[in-house]
C-alpha cells in the first residue's frame, strides 16, 4: 500500500493509464541492480529513485574523484573523496527517502555476481568496460534477468535491453569475442561530453521502469544508436544467434568464467606479451639509474600537463609517424619506453613501433595511473 505522502509524490503517474495507483505499487514491489554509480549509473539511479522503485542496489568500489563530476551527476564538490556509494546513497534519499539502497563496495566479479544480482529484478549495466559487460550479461541469462545495457564513446550512445528468457538476443549475440585489447579506448582516453551519459542513462531507467510496469516495447533485438552531434537516433535489428556460445543451440559456457582472461587473451597477434611489457615499479629502478634510453609519453597536451614524469619525451600517439626519422635514429641497444594513462593506448604505439622494425620497445602496464600509486 502507498501512504498518504507517498500518493501526493506520485500524483503525476496516477494520470497515466501505464501507471495508476496499481503500477506504482508494483515500482515500489520492485528491485533493481545497478552495476557501477558512474556516468550512466547516475542519471539511471536518480531517476529510479524518483520513480519509486523500491530497491536499488549499487555495486561500485571507487571514490570520488574531481574528474568524476564532469558527468557523474550523483556527487558533487562535498563528496570528493567520499566512496561513490555514500555519495550515491546520501543522494538518492534526498530524492526519495522510500527507497531503500543496498551497497555493494566491491568489484562486480565472477565470485560475487550471481549472489548479487539473484535479488534483484532488473540488472541496469553501466559498466565501461569489457570484462563487466560480459559477466553482467551472462549472470542475467543464467538468472533469467532482463540485462538492461548502454554504452557510450565521444558524442555516440547505444541502448538494447538483452533477455533471451523473453525472446531477444544476449550481448553476446551481437558481440561474441571482446575486441582486441587496447582497440578501444576508454572515456578517458577518447573524451565524452558529460550530458551524454546522462541521456543514455536515462534511457536505462526508462527501460528498467517499462519492464517492470509490463508496458510499452522494450528494444528487445534491436540496437537503438545515439549521435549527438546530429541529434539522430538509428536502430538496427540483433538477431539471436544460434551458435551464440551461451544462449545457442548448443552452449559451451555453462557457467560464470575469468573475464579478465578472457578479454586478455584477446591481443593482436602483433601485441606485447608478457616479456614486452614492464610495471611501473620496474620503470621506477630504471629511471634511479644512469638509463640508457628514451621514456615516451604518448598521451594527450591536456593529459601531461596535469601530471608527467620529468624524463619522459612527450608526444602525443596521433604524433608519433612525425617523428619516426627521430625515433629511427636511436640505437639499437638503447631502450624504448612508452607511457600512457592506463597502457591501452601505449600499447598501441607499441604495436605500430613493432611493425616499423623496432625490437627493443617496452608497454608500461598500468600507466600513469599505476605510477600514480607509488
Not at 515500489?28 to 536518480?46: D, M, Y
Not at 533471451?164 to 582516453?189: I, Q, T
Request: aromatic share 8%; hydrophobic share 35%.
Amino acid at each position: 500500500m502507498l501512504s498518504q505522502e507517498e500518493q501526493a509524490r506520485y500524483a503525476r503517474h496516477f494520470s497515466l493509464q501505464q501507471v495508476g495507483v496499481a503500477g506504482q505499487e508494483k515500482l515500489k514491489n520492485s528491485s533493481v541492480l545497478c552495476i557501477g554509480a558512474g556516468g550512466l549509473g547516475s542519471p539511471s539511479c536518480l531517476y529510479l529513485a524518483a520513480a519509486g522503485i523500491g530497491r536499488i542496489g549499487i555495486v561500485d568500489p571507487d571514490t570520488v574523484e574531481l574528474s568524476n563530476l564532469q558527468r557523474q551527476i550523483l556527487h558533487s564538490q562535498s563528496s570528493l573523496g567520499l566512496s561513490k556509494l555514500d555519495s550515491a546513497t546520501a543522494r538518492l534519499r534526498e530524492i526519495n527517502p522510500h527507497v531503500k539502497v543496498e551497497q555493494y563496495a566491491c568489484r562486480f566479479n565472477a565470485e560475487n555476481a550471481m549472489e548479487i544480482a539473484s535479488q534483484y529484478d532488473v540488472i541496469v549495466d553501466g559498466t565501461d568496460n569489457f570484462p563487466t559487460r560480459y559477466l553482467s550479461n551472462d549472470v542475467s541469462f543464467f538468472l533469467k534477468k532482463p540485462n538492461v545495457y548502454a554504452s557510450i564513446f565521444r558524442f555516440e550512445g547505444q541502448l538494447s535491453v538483452f533477455a533471451p528468457h523473453l525472446g531477444g538476443p544476449c550481448y553476446r549475440c551481437m558481440l561474441p569475442d571482446p575486441p582486441d585489447a587496447g582497440s578501444v579506448p576508454s572515456c578517458a582516453e577518447a573524451g565524452v561530453l558529460g550530458v551524454l551519459p546522462g541521456i543514455m542513462g536515462s534511457l536505462q531507467a526508462m527501460e528498467a521502469i517499462k519492464i517492470i510496469l509490463g508496458c510499452g516495447t522494450p528494444p528487445l533485438g534491436r540496437l537503438i544508436h545515439y549521435d549527438a552531434l546530429n541529434t539522430s537516433f538509428r536502430e538496427f535489428n540483433l538477431r539471436r544467434d544460434p551458435q551464440c556460445p551461451l544462449c545457442g543451440e548448443n552452449p559451451s559456457i555453462t557457467h560464470l568464467i575469468d573475464y579478465q582472461q578472457l578479454c586478455r587473451n584477446t591481443k593482436p597477434t602483433n601485441m606485447m606479451d608478457n616479456q614486452d611489457e614492464i610495471s611501473v615499479e620496474q620503470l621506477k629502478s630504471k629511471l634511479d639509474e644512469p638509463f640508457n634510453g628514451l621514456l615516451l609519453d604518448v598521451r594527450e597536451p591536456w593529459e601531461y600537463s596535469a601530471a608527467h614524469i620529468d624524463a619522459a619525451r612527450h608526444i602525443p600517439m596521433g604524433d608519433i609517424p612525425e617523428f619516426m626519422p627521430e625515433l629511427k635514429a636511436m640505437d639499437d641497444d638503447q631502450e624504448l619506453l612508452i607511457i600512457c594513462k592506463s597502457g591501452g593506448r601505449s600499447g598501441r604505439v607499441m604495436d605500430y613501433l613493432v611493425d616499423q622494425g623496432f625490437t627493443n620497445v617496452y608497454n608500461v602496464t598500468g600507466g600513469m595511473d599505476a605510477w600514480s600509486k607509488l
